[in-house]
């Protein structure tokens, strides 16, 4: 008979302005709130998706094949890159919901954290050239990788064959896009970086050798893996250990 929110105002499948996470709406914000309020983080913030372990029947349950809990329910969480503590997350309630394109969740993950010195490091579901943009005009730098079909990415960009360790790269006055032959085509965009490279020891079959890597590159493997961290933790907790029930 516990109720958080008040189940009258619950709207029905298809109306206009439905919460999908009404009836435990009040709870989740004061989660949030005071996940913000308990911890000011670094320069470095990460934006990715979780995963909460969930079976059950709902309409906006998903698979992930990559998370610890392939099934549940998936979060667009904003974490300390260093720490993985999440500093603000919000629900994915279904595909079709405006408020689930990039160019939305971003802005509402980032809101309070604007004009405040911070770095966002994003994979290529979050890329655009016209977000990064926004968020630079906003007071925020960007750092991602990218698929070669992007829009707004350089046209020469997807047409380059480059040869192994060769660099391509194209700036407008805000951004800095990369296009970087490894053992792979690797592309990212960066309004922070310039186009430097340094040395860095990587594993090989001979053993650890020396590799010339861009810089925006190596900062963005250092940085990006702040969920991927708290979903570890996550999962050392009894709760989340498997039973025979």
Request: with cysteine; net charge positive; charged share 25%.
């Amino acid at each position: 008979m516990l109720h958080v929110n008040n189940t009258d105002n619950y709207g029905r499948s298809g109306q206009p302005n439905r919460d999908p996470i009404h009836k435990i709406r009040p709870l989740f914000n004061n989660f949030v709130l005071k996940s913000k309020n308990s911890f000011y983080s670094g320069e470095s913030l990460t934006v990715d998706e979780g995963l909460c372990p969930f079976r059950g029947r709902i309409l906006f349950r998903v698979y992930i094949k990559n998370k610890p809990s392939r099934y549940g329910i998936k979060f667009f969480v904003l974490s300390d890159s260093v720490t993985g503590y999440v500093v603000n997350c919000a629900v994915y309630i279904g595909a079709g919901e405006k408020y689930n394109s990039a160019d939305s969740v971003v802005p509402r993950l980032c809101n309070s954290y604007l004009r405040k010195g911070h770095t966002l490091y994003m994979d290529l579901f979050y890329i655009s050239v016209k977000l990064f943009e926004r968020l630079f005009d906003e007071g925020a730098l960007a750092v991602g990788t990218e698929m070669r079909n992007i829009r707004g990415l350089p046209q020469e960009f997807k047409q380059n064959n480059l040869r192994r360790a060769e660099i391509a790269f194209k700036r407008t006055n805000s951004a800095l896009a990369l296009h970087w032959e490894d053992t792979r085509d690797v592309f990212a965009l960066s309004t922070k970086h310039r186009m430097t490279s340094s040395f860095t020891k990587t594993k090989s079959e001979p053993g650890m050798v020396q590799k010339l890597k861009p810089d925006l590159i190596l900062d963005y493997n250092e940085n990006e893996t702040a969920v991927d961290h708290g979903d570890q933790l996550v999962t050392y907790y009894y709760i989340q250990q498997r039973t025979m029930k």
